[in-house]
């Protein structure tokens, strides 16, 4: 099992490590040509230079925490159109950065992702909506190709939600058109609102199913657990591969610190159990998490690293994971 953390590094004083720098369309617009050029190609460098960083710091971890989750600015305003023709002058003078970092990957064994923003939908019924959401898949699958990821099925995790009015004929349709490398890296997630586990799981002939237990929860007021007869469906879709499944809890002080909530009894809206915790303060939710032991985690709370070493240290005292196989 690995416990993975999403895009930011937070040191002990909770300052964050190895940030990435972007800016916004309208800064960059006002620019010169010359000036927009200088302006992406070194915010790119100082990200790809701090992913580098990043990832050294990974490598000295124990093995359950070399997991993470890339931030999409890595190549900022890539998808916007008059910033995407400046990139193709200057994106080769950065192939050796984007190789160091798959490198050290690889040889470090740390499993890496991305997560497309709310607004890459490919299963809207807005055929202008659907192609940014394909542009916006290809250009993160481009940057883990640029890593030399994309090769074999589920290398690399790309990690979308299939809302969108057309459910899963809309995904399909969307799906066919990507490249095989983002359709290699492709997997999709059940969301709160929208889509369902039951609704998503038409997707596992395609690819693999993320599962967000939280997500889960919140639509339906129930906590599944690793013997339901989903499970394997979902381990199925992942084809042979680690699967991974998503970890947040509400909000401190919205649930109680043991047992299971029921929404019933809690008298707060869904809209606010949605959002996440800054740790995982419920060992009950914790115990019930972490026994899903054939999946890995990628840790969804604010705190970042921070709470998924704090969910480390407690699998470690309670012995969910054995600290003799794992680099300590």
Same mark, same amino acid.
């Given at each position: 099992?690995?416990?993975?953390? #999403? ?14 720098? $972007? ?9 010169? %040509? ?6 992406? #190609? ?9 992913? #580098? ?15 993470? %989750? ?134 596992? #002939? ?22 339901? $007869? ?43 159990? %949605?959002?996440? $915790? ?51």
């Amino acid at each position: 099992m690995k416990l993975g953390f #999403a895009c930011k590094y937070l040191d002990a004083d909770c300052k964050q490590h190895f940030p990435f720098k $972007s800016t916004t369309r309208t800064r960059f617009l006002r620019l010169q %040509r010359d000036e927009q050029i200088a302006l992406i #190609a070194n915010l790119a460098r100082l990200n790809l230079t701090n992913l #580098a960083g990043l990832l050294e710091t990974l490598a000295t971890q124990p093995e359950t925490l070399r997991m993470m %989750r890339i931030g999409s600015d890595l190549l900022p305003l890539y998808t916007v159109p008059e910033a995407m023709p400046l990139y193709r002058e200057f994106l080769p003078d950065l192939y050796p950065l984007f190789e160091r970092c798959g490198a050290l990957a690889r040889q470090h064994d740390i499993r890496l992702s991305f997560h497309p923003g709310q607004y890459s939908v490919l299963a809207s019924d807005n055929p202008d909506v659907v192609q940014r959401a394909i542009e916006d898949v290809e250009y993160h699958a481009l940057c883990a190709t640029l890593m030399g990821f994309g090769k074999a099925f589920q290398d690399f995790k790309i990690n979308i939600h299939m809302n969108g009015k057309k459910g899963f004929e809309g995904f399909s349709q969307a799906f066919a058109r990507l490249s095989p490398e983002a359709r290699n890296m492709l997997t999709v997630e059940n969301d709160e609102i929208s889509c369902s586990l039951d609704e998503v799981l038409q997707a596992r #002939a395609l690819c693999p199913i993320v599962m967000d237990i939280h997500h889960h929860w919140v639509k339906e007021n129930a906590f599944i657990q690793p013997d339901d $007869s989903r499970i394997p469906l979902i381990m199925e879709s992942w084809r042979g591969v680690q699967p991974v499944l998503h970890y947040s809890i509400s909000q401190e002080g919205l649930i109680p610190e043991r047992g299971y909530p029921d929404q019933q009894n809690l008298g707060v809206a869904k809209t606010k159990l %949605r959002a996440h $915790s800054d740790y995982y303060f419920n060992e009950t939710l914790n115990d019930w998490a972490l026994s899903f032991n054939a999946f890995d985690i990628m840790c969804e709370v604010k705190m970042k690293n921070l709470a998924s070493q704090r969910l480390y240290d407690y699998a470690l005292a309670t012995k969910i994971i054995d600290p003799s196989q794992n680099g300590r």
